[in-house]
């Protein structure tokens, strides 16, 4: 997707902001008694102004930053590119091959280390009921997928000889932060509409 796309998409939330801003300023004051909050009051400002930051700073934020170091992680090392040959039934090299055994013994590995952490009796990873939700694990699956992606990509492009150091891993990383930052300014706009949708209509806002 090119930048006009999250250009679009930016002045579009950004034009849904201010539509916000305005008519629940129209609506409170023309019917006072609606259970609304105006954005233009006294509160809304200090609450606009005041909340911003924690509005930003919430667990999205970090998987946001997490998927996209997994993706340029997983692009650069060549291990998308050959599981796509390999659904799609193309040939792959020797040295492709021993680096998606390779990769695929990790995966096994913190598969089943995983299976082991959550299906014991009393797992520290469930919640106090015995259940997923709400449970350390159900907030760290994100966290965890990226944990198993960047896993296996590292493990594919040092076997494969992509990554032949710390710095060829970090370029890695500083990759898919790149390729995807013009979601970044998209993800703040989202998210302060939301929040600005749950301060006027006072519901809880919950990410």
Known sequence: MGYKFFTLLSVILIIAQLALVLSSWIVVSIIPSLALKSLLSGEGIRWFLGSFADNIANPSLAWLVLCA??????????????LFALMGGGALTHRQRHALYWSFAVFVIL????????????????????????????????????FFVLSTSFTYGI????YNGVGDIFKGLCY??????????????????????CFVFSFPFVL
């Open 111 to 146: 598969a089943s280390a995983m299976s082991l952490l959550v299906f014991i009796p009393h797992s520290m990873l469930l919640g106090v009921t015995g259940g997923f939700y709400p449970s350390p694990l159900c907030k760290s699956v994100v966290p965890l997928l990226a």
């Open 159 to 162: 076997s494969f000889g992509v």
């Open 69 to 82: 170091m997994a993706y340029g992680v997983c692009v650069r090392s060549g291990l998308c590119k050959a």
């Open 176 to 197: 898919g932060v790149a390729v995807l930052s013009p979601w970044f300014p998209v993800y703040v706009l989202c998210i302060q509409l939301f929040s600005s949708v």
